[in-house]
């Protein structure tokens, strides 16, 4: 049979496109199988995750650990194989159609190194109460204070700022208030700092740290419980902060840049009246004036305006011009950091360099702060037997605090008022002969008060190894602070009230210097292999000399020279100046001992000698011991796959307080000798007097804790965290007992009374799902605290204080500073006017309840509505991977506190006798025709209205929101550089509360002008090279 040419060449063509085809077919199809086993038990794994790399191609194990994938091109394929909890694997598939996968267990949590003072632990050894902080979390809420990157993030941390001014610094509580001579000033509504824990800085005792760049901090280790905290001794009775600052590192010299910049907005402010609510409320306030004299039978539809406002107030009120205050002096800030470093090394020697500046703008006129921080590392190794360490941290900050008076006045001025003149400048006096409030515009031009601080921290360390195991080292670091703050009141300053003779000037300089020495012998040994021995001795030495020195002036004869030259104001106020200077020295010892890697034991004594105290009370010993069961390391817990790590943990120990954060200074102890000037026969004399009641029998308060820890591990530590229970007790507590003035004094310091904190702390993380290439983790942490004083001196049971007769209490019972007042019951209505009168008030004003039933309210009917302290804080991060997408949300909430909120009472007609001297906030107050039982009729509040400036701040607060993009390998390679990362950050940007006033979290009393919130939204760049 012919078949032409043609056909063959056709049939040929097809046949071999089709061997091509089936080639391509088969190796698109290739099926690789396996199974996928814990190399720890040799069990199989479900739901490991087997994908191929570079593509999104991927499976699950089975089971059985068993899978199944298609691989095209297995010659250049790599299969990776992860799990939760085990080190991620990558093979190359080649020429294999079975991969069996053998996964190795992550003990990097457990391997994890944390700083306990004067060393180092694995955390799976830990015997106490350590959480820790590393550089990523805490620059994840890119905050300018190192304080509000804890905010939060730690159980049992509560961390309240002193001022919400930029620059303004931060009170920290853990674990409740654990002492009573430094709590008065709960009556502002915040903490107090003679409780704040002891902060360690790469070896070095400070005590305040808002002058540290955040982007500089490797790592926080938190101390919590007393044998974690007793190697300090008397200086960790309130916790220990171990900050550690980035090092310089092995190998080519790297460069990195971190930047943010962003926009500051104030939000939440109170919402006051305007416009025609405030002409109405204006009435209403005429009306109470009446009722509070006794006359009902005035209305509001009575109250002629004419006989009680300034004409400029007709005249816009006419003209419907109302003016805004708030708006006239808020703004948007401005927030920027810029940290550049450089890191480098070889095997000897390592290095460490940082510069950063830092700014942030407030959100009202005048404020304003500015820091510039510079760090230099150096680590070498001289020798086999000698290596040398030498750490500086410098820094420089500029803050400008603004008025005082600027935000209180815009608050406190009525919408009636009128802001410019008619030239279209600002008025001094915006109400026609109303001289007590003052145009805020002016506040930013004639108030200045500026401070300027250096502070220098440095750390020399010396370290011989003479033998292996044995390391002996001596650091001495100094610490120096010196801070200059300068005010000056001009002409137009609400304070000044437009006279040139009331202008002031006052400067203040505070000087700190201290320096600790500590010389530490090391020794590790082990015998065996069933046996672990640690040993640490330490002897330091610590001094802190303070000076201060004050002069304040008045009446200048113009406002060009400030403060700066404070001589050229004609009348002496004040000149004044002190010095303190204290010791501090301690012998330390530390045993840490480990059985077969399951039983972990730590002995601790430090014995601390104070110049505080008097010679015979001065030293004291701080003895401490922890034991801690790996119960996951028992032979009964192998057969299992559901726990992946347990550990008991038992603690007790005691630490100490001198009192030198509650008043006492050094020597106080003695009898002190002071001075002052006198003027006798017009001339000026000065005098000495003895200040203080000596009492050599003063003794170290002693603070004694038990803690019961739970650390463990689930699912291949899918699910994580610890649980703490403790009970702190303070005995012989430091205070400043009033006695006789017929005695010269009106008190001595004794060590009276009793307190304790007992509570919970849980701490939580977990991978909720981790598949290819998406990750969903959280991390969550919930404290509870209950702070009661159990013990007074005598027979005594409460002590009142308080600027307002008592409205505080320190009593058996109770809270360390409970508040102290009458419990509301609503307003006074109509129908109840007799009974009103029988409690010699009348309606409209506010009802409390008589708690004895005597008839009567007094003092006796005051009790205990509650305390600043939150009964419970909580925090929650949740963190979303998704290839090179990141994206982390976290909130964190107080609920339960009490705090006094000034603001309320002097915003709300119960100020003063003045009828609507001031605007207030939008109030459900009662008038006849509306009988609300929230707010009493405005200039009609009766005597008994103290209840309503205390209120519940709870909230839930968003903490951040930050969407970050990594640049994927390909594109750093064509860059050259190591990393590159953009994010997008609101910081703050929520907050939920039933608390009307600027923040839940700082509702002080006395916060006027500086307790506002704000939220900021900024983008950032990190690139290394």
């Not at 020697?349 to 590392?377: L, S």
């Not at 608050?411 to 109303?434: C, K, S, V």
């Not at 009988?931 to 909230?955: A, I």
């Not at 990594?966 to 997008?984: E, H, M």
Request: net charge negative.
């Amino acid at each position: 049979m012919y078949v032409s040419r043609s056909k063959c060449y056709s049939s040929a063509a097809f046949l071999l496109l089709m061997l091509v085809y089936t080639n391509l077919v088969f190796a698109q199809s290739t099926e690789i199988t396996g199974t996928v086993i814990s190399g720890e038990d040799q069990q199989p794994i479900p739901g490991a995750t087997v994908l191929i790399k570079g593509s999104s191609t991927g499976t699950v194990t089975d089971l059985d650990g068993k899978y199944s994938i298609n691989v095209a091109a297995p010659s250049d394929a790599v299969l990776s194989i992860s799990f939760v909890g085990y080190i991620t694997q990558e093979i190359p598939v080649s020429n294999q159609t079975v991969v069996d996968v053998e996964l190795e267990p992550d003990v990097a949590q457990l391997d994890e190194v944390v700083v306990v003072g004067y060393g180092e632990t694995k955390r799976k050894d830990l015997t106490g109460s350590v959480v820790s902080m590393d550089s990523k979390n805490i620059q994840e809420a890119n905050k300018v204070n190192a304080f509000q990157s804890l905010q939060g993030q730690v159980a049992g941390v509560n961390i309240q700022a002193a001022d919400n001014k930029p620059g303004g610094g931060f009170n920290v509580r853990i674990r409740g208030s654990n002492t009573i001579n430094a709590s008065e000033t709960v009556e502002q509504g915040g903490f107090s700092p003679g409780q704040n824990p002891l902060f360690v800085v790469d070896g070095i005792f400070v005590n305040d740290i808002s002058f540290l760049n955040p982007a500089d901090i490797e790592r926080m280790d938190v101390l919590k419980d007393a044998s974690a905290t007793a190697i300090y001794g008397s200086r960790g009775s309130n916790g220990v902060v171990i900050i550690e600052t980035k090092k310089g590192s092995k190998g080519k010299m790297t460069v990195q840049y971190d930047n943010y910049i962003g926009v500051k907005e104030a939000y939440n402010l109170p919402d006051m009246l305007q416009g025609e609510e405030f002409v109405q409320y204006f009435r209403d306030a005429v009306v109470g004036n009446f009722y509070s004299s006794g006359d009902f039978s005035v209305s509001a539809g009575d109250v002629n305006l004419a006989d009680y406002m300034r004409p400029n107030e007709l005249e816009n009120i006419a003209d419907g011009d109302y003016a805004n205050w708030i708006d006239l002096v808020q703004h948007n800030g401005m927030q920027q950091n810029h940290t550049l470093s450089l890191n480098g090394g070889n095997d000897k020697t390592v290095y460490g360099i940082g510069v950063a500046y830092t700014q942030d703008e407030g959100t009202f006129e005048g404020e304003d702060y500015e820091r510039y921080t510079i760090r230099g590392n150096l680590s070498s190794k001289l020798s086999e037997l000698f290596s040398i360490s030498f750490n500086n941290y410098a820094s420089f900050a500029l803050r400008n605090e603004g008025s005082r008076e600027g935000l209180r006045s815009a608050y406190r001025l009525r919408p009636t008022g009128t802001p410019f003149d008619e030239n279209g400048d600002p008025q001094f006096f915006p109400l026609q002969g109303e001289t007590f409030i003052t145009n805020p515009l002016f506040e930013p031009d004639n108030i200045t008060r500026e401070s300027r601080t250096l502070n220098y921290l440095s750390n020399l360390s010396l370290a011989f190894t003479p033998v292996e195991n044995l390391k002996i080292s001596s650091n001495f670091s100094p610490n120096i602070e010196f801070t200059r703050y300068g005010e000056y009141r001009g002409r137009y300053a609400k304070s000044t009230s437009g006279q040139q003779g009331n202008t002031r000037a006052e400067v203040n300089n505070r000087n700190r210097i201290s320096y600790t020495w500590d010389n530490i012998v090391n020794y590790n040994l082990e015998f065996g292999s069933d046996h672990r021995l640690n040993t640490t001795f330490v002897y330091s030495l610590f001094m802190d000399r303070y000076e201060n020195y004050l002069m304040q002036r008045r009446n200048y004869s113009t406002d060009e020279f400030l403060f700066y030259n404070i001589d050229a104001g004609s009348d002496l106020r004040t000149a004044e100046g002190g010095f303190s200077k204290q010791t501090l020295e301690s012998y330390t010892a530390r045993v840490n001992y480990a059985f077969r890697d399951k039983y972990l034991f730590t002995l601790t004594g430090r014995y601390d000698g104070s110049s505080i105290l008097s010679e015979q009370n001065k030293w004291a010993f701080f003895p401490s011991a922890a034991f801690a069961w790996r119960i996951i390391d028992e032979e009964f817990m192998k057969d299992q796959n559901v726990i992946a790590d347990l550990k008991l943990r038992l603690s007790y120990g005691e630490t100490g307080n001198n009192g030198g954060g509650g008043g006492l200074a050094p020597l106080g102890s003695l009898s002190l000798i002071g001075n002052n000037f006198t003027n006798i026969g017009n001339q000026i004399n000065q005098t000495a007097f003895v200040t203080n009641l000596a009492n050599q029998d003063l003794t170290w308060e002693k603070t004694k804790e038990f803690n019961f820890g739970l650390d463990f591990g689930f699912f291949n530590n899918r699910l994580y965290g610890s649980l703490d229970i403790y009970h702190r007790k303070n005995t012989g507590i430091i205070f400043f007992r009033p006695i006789s003035t017929v005695s010269g004094f009106s008190g001595v310091f004794e060590n009276v009374g009793e307190a304790e904190n007992k509570g919970i702390e849980l701490g939580l993380n977990s991978v909720n799902i981790h598949t290819g290439d998406f990750k969903w983790t959280t991390s969550l942490n919930f404290a509870k605290n209950n702070n009661k004083i159990t013990k007074l001196y005598g027979d005594l049971d409460q002590i009142l204080f308080g600027v307002q007769a008592g409205s505080y209490v320190h009593k058996v019972g109770e809270a360390v500073g409970s508040i102290y007042t009458y419990e509301f019951d609503g307003i006074w209505q109509l129908d109840e006017a007799d009974e009103a009168q029988a409690y010699g008030q009348q309606p409209g004003q506010v009802k409390v309840r008589d708690l004895n039933d005597d008839g009567a309210i007094d003092a006796d009917d005051r009790t205990v509505i509650g305390s600043n302290m939150p009964k419970w804080t909580g925090g929650i991060a949740n963190t979303f991977n998704y290839k090179n997408w990141d994206f982390t949300f976290f909130v964190r909430t107080n609920q339960g506190a009490v705090s006094a909120s000034y603001f309320h009472i002097s915003h709300s007609g119960g100020f003063d006798s003045t009828p609507a001297r001031f605007n207030s906030l939008q109030t459900n107050y009662w008038t006849p025709d509306n009988p609300s039982n929230e707010w009493y009729q405005p200039s009609n509040n009766g005597p008994f209205s103290e209840p309503l400036t205390y209120h519940d701040v709870s909230f839930v607060k968003v903490g951040y929101i930050t969407l970050g993009y990594n640049f994927k390998q390909d594109v750093l390679d064509a860059l050259k550089i190591q990393n590159l990362r953009l994010y997008f950050t609101a910081q703050n940007p929520f907050t939920f509360t039933n608390y009307e006033g600027w923040d839940p979290e700082n509702a002080a009393r006395n916060s006027w002008g500086s307790a506002y919130m704000s939220r900021i939204f900024m983008g950032g760049i990190n690139v290394k090279f």
